[in-house]
């Protein structure tokens, strides 16, 4: 059973950048595909964006195409996200997610095991 955790959330303001974190344990991520979505109050989960395995292959949403990246360390059992020019629409919950079969959508339902969160708010 693979257990995420995520870790770097914080309290910043707009324009600044803040670095998220997801560790695994349980198992490794490298056949995965590694997905970041977020939540904020009152809405639903939304995908923030994901990287596969086989290609390292990228997608973000349009909402932080161009200021978030996200990247893994297979060797580390790792996946980041980083997050630049910050802005208030930013402020949720942030998780990570696998996605056994690699797929790397941006459909909740295609990952399987998911972290507990980690809370980012961006203050205007």
């Known amino acids: 059973q693979v257990q995420l955790v995520e870790s770097g959330g914080g309290l910043v303001q707009a324009g600044d950048s803040l670095r998220l974190s997801c560790g695994a344990s349980g198992g490794t991520l490298r056949q995965f595909a590694m997905g970041w979505f977020r939540q904020a109050p009152g809405k639903a989960r939304e995908f923030v964006a994901t990287?596969?395995?086989?290609?390292?292959?990228?997608v973000y949403s349009d909402s932080v195409k161009g200021r978030f990246t996200v990247s893994r360390d297979n060797t580390k059992n790792t996946v980041s996200l980083q997050m630049n020019s910050l802005k208030s629409e930013d402020t949720a919950v942030y998780y990570c997610?696998?996605?056994?079969w690699g797929r790397g959508s941006d459909d909740v339902s295609d990952y399987e095991y998911w972290g507990q969160g980690t809370q980012v708010t961006v203050s205007s």
């Open positions: 997610a696998a996605d056994l």
């Open positions: 990287i596969r395995w086989s290609n390292s292959g990228t």
